[in-house]
């Protein structure tokens, strides 16, 4: 593998943050990013972004029980026939 | 006991089996597990009113109970669901321009009996949310930056941070090969990053951490 350079970092970034690199890549990575404040700040970011899209996982769950099911029952009396 | 699952506890794909064998409870389940991450895979990636959402996650639900029996027990099933939500969101995509929304005090349409109800319900609700201003903020940001994806790379973005599937599910619900869902979900991360470091947010996170 190449020496390690600001293209390649943020290239592996996001498999570095999931942890699927291989040991040596993650190693190049991690001395990278220690050294890089840009990259490290590009990490730093892309982490703030996970956490909030995680966060944002959390919606309104009643919603489809309430109303989706009898439109789906009634679809599907519908499609059946009689 | 005895090894036995309890009906609550049965795969996807074998809750699916049962719904292809005339048992309705199958189709509940999987509605009641999955129907809230797809409404919200639906409203990010179409950008839709809440009211337009539930319509188009109906749509999906009426779809599953049209095709089930298309579908192959052998297949995981929140690929071949999320492949149907995907196509229609994209089908929806299609014919209405992304944030075009229709207004939230839209009338609901005739023949959707509670909707209304419903809608109260879903506003009530949203608003009774103990939710801090800051919180909102980031939702917005996060919404405005989402908005701003090309349209493959959000899906992509959405169905792996916010959905949680795998990049091979992923490649597999959008028929792209694994390399260009890798680099999509980069070019995301990138746009997304723009975005927020435009918005201020950044730097306001850091200025509260004491940087």
Not at chain 1, 59 to 66: K, W
Not at chain 2, 14 to 43: C, T, W, Y
Request: overall charge negative; charged content about 35%; hydrophobic content about 35%.
């Amino acid at each position: 593998m190449d020496k390690m350079n600001c293209e390649k970092c943020s290239e592996l970034l996001l498999e570095y943050m999931d942890g699927e690199l291989s040991s040596e890549e993650t190693a190049l990575v991690r001395s990278h990013i220690e050294a890089c404040p840009e990259c490290l700040r590009e990490y730093e970011d892309y982490a703030e972004i996970r956490r909030t899209a995680s966060e944002h996982a959390a919606g309104p769950r009643a919603i489809a029980r309430n109303r989706i099911r009898p439109r789906a029952r009634r679809e599907g009396e519908r499609l059946e026939g009689p | 006991m005895f090894g036995i699952k309890k009906k609550s506890e049965l795969s996807d794909e074998e809750e699916m089996k049962r719904f292809q064998n005339g048992d309705e409870s199958g189709f509940n389940v999987l509605l009641m597990r999955h129907g809230p991450a797809v409404l919200r895979f639906i409203r990010k990636m179409t950008g839709a009113d809440a009211a337009r959402a539930e319509d188009l996650l109906q749509e999906v639900f009426v779809k599953v109970i049209e095709r089930r029996g298309h579908y192959d027990p052998g297949q995981k099933f929140t690929t071949w669901l999320y492949s149907i939500a995907r196509n229609h969101c994209i089908d929806f995509l299609r014919t209405e321009s992304f944030r075009r929304h229709g207004s939230l005090d839209a009338p609901v349409s005739a023949g959707d009996e509670g909707g209304a109800v419903v809608i109260d319900m879903i506003r009530g609700g949203e608003r009774a949310q103990d939710e801090k201003v800051y919180d909102r903020e980031v939702r917005d940001v996060l919404d405005e930056g989402l908005g701003g994806l090309k349209e493959e790379f959000r899906e992509v973005f959405l169905l792996r941070e916010v959905e949680g599937l795998s990049l091979d599910e992923i490649a597999a619900v959008t028929g792209s090969p694994l390399g260009t869902v890798k680099s999509r979900l980069r070019y995301a991360y990138r746009d997304l990053r723009r975005a927020f470091t435009e918005s201020g947010y950044f730097e306001e996170r850091r200025k509260a951490r004491g940087e």
